[in-house]
């Protein structure tokens, strides 16, 4: 297999792995514009040339949009390989690629967000740590930092004090979301006119800039969800799953 780097000039024609569908598709279309805007800050989006998930994204972590503290370090946004591509060492190729051009451009590690175990849209414990990865912060309920050094002198990467500072978050269900991820254009729309069709409160919260993430009560500002002020999940919910979620929260009251 052969890699792909996104660039300006083939953005438009290239497919970004998580989301196959045409330009005019609205999850294509968040996300590559999102892409575009990163593209200036040093993110790199290195992909198989197939038509499936076999990819890498990363940028330097002071331009992630995670409450992370990691000055000098590359953050991996995502490293996603699956289906029939799975088992071929794509993986290692990718983040060896990954390893190599952070190097070159002077970082002092490679950070990643991990959980205690392995879950949906969190990178896989095991895997990092058997790549030589270590967890030097934690977030409750379940995030993990994860850090690969170059420079054993660098100060280690932390989260921030905002990540899960939710003590003053409204009644009701709340959403955070950004574009990073190409599947919340399509389902946050869908919750939350299930939401509101079951008379449940709802809130959207839209995180549009570096700043906003970087202040964003959640480690994870890609997506998250909350009700009355409690962290339920970071995974992007299918309209079957959230259901459950609303009819639990219903019988409870």
């Keep these: 297999m052969e890699f792909v780097k996104l660039t300006r000039d083939n953005i438009e024609r290239e497919h970004i792995c998580c989301a196959i569908s045409s330009n005019k598709d609205i999850q294509v279309m968040s996300k590559k514009n999102w892409l575009k805007e990163r593209l200036d800050e040093g993110l790199v989006f290195l992909k198989g040339d197939v038509r499936g998930k076999c990819f890498i994204e990363y940028l330097p972590a002071e331009y992630a949009w995670t409450p992370i503290e990691a000055e000098g370090c590359m953050y991996i946004d995502c490293l996603w390989v699956s289906g029939k591509f799975k088992g071929h060492g794509y993986s290692n190729m990718l983040l060896e690629r990954c390893i190599e051009d952070s190097r070159e451009k002077g970082r002092t590690g490679l950070v990643i967000l991990s959980s205690k175990k392995k879950r949906g849209f969190l990178s896989d414990p095991g895997y990092m740590k058997y790549k030589g990865f270590v967890t030097v912060d934690t977030a409750q309920p379940y995030f993990e930092l994860m850090y690969l050094p170059f420079d054993g002198s660098a100060d280690k990467p932390r989260f921030r004090n905002t990540a899960l500072s939710c003590a003053n978050l409204p009644k009701g269900y709340v959403i955070y979301y950004t574009d990073q991820c190409p599947f919340t254009a399509k389902y946050v729309p869908l919750l939350e006119n299930m939401a509101k069709a079951r008379g449940a409160v709802f809130k959207a919260v839209h995180i549009k ?45």
């Design 209 to 253: 800039s570096r700043e906003e993430a970087r202040n964003a009560p959640t480690p994870f500002p890609t997506f998250s969800l909350f009700y009355d002020g409690q962290f339920l999940t970071h995974e992007i919910l299918s309209e079957k799953k959230f259901e459950k979620i609303l009819i639990s929260k219903e019988k409870s009251l």
